[in-house]
Every structure is written in structure tokens, then in C-alpha cells.
């Protein structure tokens, strides 16, 4: 078995930027189109009028204060609420390959390596432009790798998960390197104009380099191991697929865009969450007062406070956990590798951090890392 290491990471951010301001007055502007059109049912009491969104709301509820798009005329247009992506012929790189490419030259360049040093590309993804070809192999094929790639979901913890594929393929000597990418493109099935959960979600794509340890630069973190765990619930879903068409659904059904009871994630998944860290841990003979740093899923604020809380024993700082989704939201699986890959400079060789993440399946995913 061989040693295994994160050599590096990188980032692509979307071109555009939505504050809770200007969602909140497109939403209050699309509520009051409705409440007009359908004003004789509300009126007589066979229908509910909508209700007004709110930017304090969304600060307290979420933390959210912002977030990156890859389009925002179309999300902020109140007859529309969605954004606007023109189809691009065959022979074009698709949209979320496009991201990925940027995200993955990105941490090919952070640790001076190039394609010809990697043997397998993972895109871990909560949702993937099209059913095939892989997402990956068009990925692998534009930055010039040989040897493989494939596609893979498991919603919010996508990329924890693709990193335990990673980290397996390399110990085992399956492959040298792997590249991860996680191109989130949640604005295209996120529900706009539903009030609840329209101010939730941001576009971003991550890329993560696992390699063998031998092969990887001075100041890697070496994957003291990965920890993956799900368990069926109907909490968070999404129904849209490719039965879709023969169900004769319309593509902004309820149903097949994302929806969750917050209330009983936020109730059922912090607690799971927290265990899973301690038991993960502990197979190494940590103790959470051990971790230098916790980079969490970034899905809600309140969230994280109650899992390190749980963890400590005491209130988390923000260097104990740091926070990113008060300017990028929710970004499904790449929320916890932003926050690795904006707050890892300042840790020591030695110390030991955790990424996790957490969300539909219920699926939970960590990885324990050590600053070399
Ligand atoms: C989504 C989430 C932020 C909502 O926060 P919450 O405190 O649970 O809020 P609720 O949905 O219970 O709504 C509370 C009240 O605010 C209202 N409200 C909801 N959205 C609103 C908005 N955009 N603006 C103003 N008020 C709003 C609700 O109608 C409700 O009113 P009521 O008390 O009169 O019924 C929170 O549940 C959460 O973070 N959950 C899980 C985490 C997550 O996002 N997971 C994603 C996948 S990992």
C-alpha cells in the first residue's frame, strides 16, 4: 500500500455575482406578478398568496450573504426565475467540463504538475449536465490526461466521497495521481421562486489533486484516511431524471428541482455528522482537541456552529472552522474544498485537520488530513 497525499487544489469562480438584496427584490417582484395574476382565487380564498422574501431572513437563517452564478440575468428576471445557457453543439466543451478544465489547471499548476502526471479524473458532482458521455471523459480528454474518468453523485457529499475513491485508487497503486473535480452548476436546479430555499445555493467548480505521497510536492497533506457513510432519506431530493419525459413532467415541477425539509436535516444531519467525526477520529487515536482546523460543508452556518460545538465541547472559532458561504452559499459538494483551499496556508507541518461533508442521501463523508 502506498502513502497518499492532497498535493493541491484549485478553484474556479463563476463570472457573476447575485447579493440577497437583489435576489429578494427579483422573488418579492415574481411574488407580486403572481399574487396579480391569480388575484380573484386568493381573493376568494381558493389559493395562497405569496409571501414576501427576506434579506434579513436569509442572514439570520443561513449566513448567507451572497453568491456566485454562471448567469444572473435570467435567475433575477422575475418572468423567468432560472438562468439563461445557450446549447452548445457537440464539439464544444460543455458548460460544467468548462469549469472543471479551469478548477483542475488550476491545482495542476499549485503543485507544478501537468496532465501527463495523472492517471484518473473523478467528477464528483450533485447534478451532471447530461447522462454520457461522462462528464469526466470529456474533462479528462480536454486537459490531456490518458488512462480514465468517470462520473459519480452522492448530492452535498460528492466530493468527500470522490476523494475516498481517489485515496483508495492511489494507495492501492491503481493510479499515481487522480484529479477530483466538483463543478456545481446549482443555479440551473435550484427552485427560484420558492421563498424557502430560493436564497440556498451558488455556482463554483473545485479540483483537488491526491497523489502518491513519494510523487507529491514538499508541503502536501498527507490522507491519514477517508470515511464514507449513508443512510435513505427523503429529506433532500430531487425527482428529475430521465423518467421524467415519460412521465410527461414539466422540467419546473416542484419535484424536479431541489427541496428539503430544512428543519429535519438541519435536526436529523447535525448530530450524525458530529459522530461521524468523532468515530472517525478516534481510529487514529484523535480526539476532536486534536484537529487544527475543520473544513465543513458549507450549507448553513447555524449547521456548522452546532457541530463543532458538539465536537469542542465549547464555541468554534472561525480559524477552528472557517466559513465561506457567506460569500459563495450553499455550493453542494464543494463548499468543504473551498474552505481547505482559501484556509490551509497557515497550518503546521504535523498538525491535523478534517474535511467533511453532508447532505442528501443522508450521506456523510470525512477525510483526515497531516500537514507534512
Ligand atoms: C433552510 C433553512 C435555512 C431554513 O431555516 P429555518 O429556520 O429552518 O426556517 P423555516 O423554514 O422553519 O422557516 C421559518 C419561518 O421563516 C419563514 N421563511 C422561510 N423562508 C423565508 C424567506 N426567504 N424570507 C422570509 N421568511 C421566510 C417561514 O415561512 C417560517 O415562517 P413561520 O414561522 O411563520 O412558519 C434551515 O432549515 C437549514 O439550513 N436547513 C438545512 C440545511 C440545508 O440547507 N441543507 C441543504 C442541503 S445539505
Not at 66 to 78: A, F, I, N
Not at 100 to 122: F, N, P, R, S, W
Not at 186 to 206: E, N, P
Amino acid at each position: 500500500m502506498h502513502r497518499v497525499a492532497i498535493s493541491s487544489t484549485g478553484l474556479f469562480t463563476p463570472p457573476e455575482v447575485i447579493t440577497n438584496e437583489e435576489l429578494v427584490e427579483a422573488f418579492n417582484q415574481y411574488a407580486a406578478l403572481e399574487n396579480a395574476k391569480y388575484a380573484s382565487e386568493i381573493e376568494a380564498g381558493t389559493r395562497a398568496a405569496l409571501v414576501n422574501s427576506s434579506v434579513e431572513f436569509i442572514e439570520k437563517a443561513s449566513g448567507i450573504k451572497r453568491r456566485y452564478v454562471m448567469e444572473k440575468s435570467g435567475v433575477l428576471d422575475p418572468r423567468r426565475m432560472r438562468p439563461v445557457f445557450t446549447p452548445r453543439p457537440d464539439n464544444e466543451l460543455s458548460l460544467m467540463a468548462e469549469i472543471a478544465v479551469k478548477a483542475a489547471q488550476d491545482a495542476l499548476a499549485a503543485a507544478g504538475k501537468t496532465a501527463a502526471d495523472v492517471d484518473m479524473v473523478i467528477c464528483a458532482s450533485a447534478n451532471m449536465q447530461r447522462a454520457y458521455p461522462a462528464m469526466a471523459v470529456e474533462i479528462q480528454t480536454a486537459l490531456g490526461v490518458q488512462g480514465f474518468g468517470f462520473d459519480m453523485n452522492v448530492a452535498c457529499s460528492s466530493a468527500t466521497f470522490g476523494l475516498e475513491m481517489a485515496y483508495n485508487a492511489v494507495r492501492s497503486g491503481g493510479a499515481r495521481s487522480v484529479l477530483m473535480v466538483n463543478p456545481e452548476i446549482t443555479s440551473a436546479h435550484l427552485a427560484w421562486k420558492d421563498r424557502d430555499c430560493h436564497f440556498i445555493f451558488g455556482d463554483v467548480c473545485t479540483a483537488v489533486l491526491v497523489e502518491r505521497l513519494d510523487l507529491a510536492p514538499a508541503g502536501s497533506f498527507e490522507v491519514l484516511g477517508t470515511k464514507a457513510l449513508s443512510t435513505f432519506s427523503n429529506n433532500i431530493r430531487n425527482n428529475f431524471g430521465f423518467m421524467s419525459r415519460a412521465e410527461d413532467r414539466d422540467p419546473d415541477e416542484r419535484d424536479q428541482l431541489f427541496r428539503q425539509e430544512g428543519r429535519k436535516v438541519f435536526k436529523e444531519v447535525c448530530p450524525m455528522a458530529a459522530e461521524h467525526i468523532e468515530q472517525h477520529l478516534g481510529t487514529f487515536g484523535y480526539k476532536p482537541d486534536d484537529v487544527r482546523r475543520f473544513w465543513l460543508h458549507q450549507a448553513n452556518l447555524s449547521m456548522n456552529q452546532f457541530i463543532t460545538r458538539k465536537l469542542l465541547g465549547r464555541d468554534a472559532s472561525l480559524d477552528d472552522a472557517p466559513v465561506i458561504l457567506d460569500e459563495f452559499a450553499n455550493t453542494a459538494s464543494a463548499g468543504s474544498i473551498i474552505a481547505f483551499h482559501r484556509h490551509q496556508a497557515d497550518i503546521q507541518p504535523g498538525e491535523v485537520g478534517v474535511i467533511c461533508s453532508f447532505g442528501a442521501g443522508y450521506s456523510i463523508g470525512s477525510v483526515v488530513v497531516k500537514k507534512l
